[in-house]
């Protein structure tokens, strides 16, 4: 079992700045990446952000420039900086991670998605 809690979101106009966090417990060995996601009404759910344990990341062209994801590993979490917000930024956050998890006869891996947290951005 394993628990992702996001939290920052909330309401900004355009221009502005807000940081989610993302903290993953529970049964975790290890955890191979984590991940933001967004969806916004009537769209499909898309990544936004990526980040290996290595630290090695990834972007979805919208956010490039504009976010940066960042995480610690001893900590197991990780955390998305969102500058210079557009209202087309407006959608529900999902935190996901890759997670190796040991069960009773080894390990295995799987995927965890938090609960979603709103970010509006108003024109």
């Known amino acids: 079992q394993v628990q992702l809690v996001e939290s920052g979101g909330g309401l900004v106009q355009a221009g502005g700045s807000l940081r989610l966090s993302c903290a993953a417990s529970?049964?975790?060995?290890?955890?191979?990446?984590m991940g933001w996601y967004r969806q916004a009404p009537g769209k499909q759910r898309e990544l936004v952000a990526a980040?290996?344990?290595?630290?090695?990341?990834n972007y979805a062209d919208s956010v490039k420039g504009r976010f940066t994801i960042s995480g610690d590993n001893a900590k197991n979490t990780a955390s998305l900086q969102m500058n210079s917000l557009k209202p087309e930024d407006t959608a529900v956050y999902y935190c996901?991670?890759?997670?190796?998890?040991?069960?009773?006869?080894?390990?295995?891996?799987?995927?965890?998605w938090g609960q979603g947290t709103q970010v509006t951005v108003s024109s």
């Open positions: 996901n991670a890759d997670i190796i998890s040991i069960g009773t006869y080894g390990k295995y891996r799987h995927t965890s």
């Open positions: 980040i290996t344990s290595a630290g090695s990341t």
């Open positions: 529970g049964n975790i060995f290890s955890i191979a990446a």
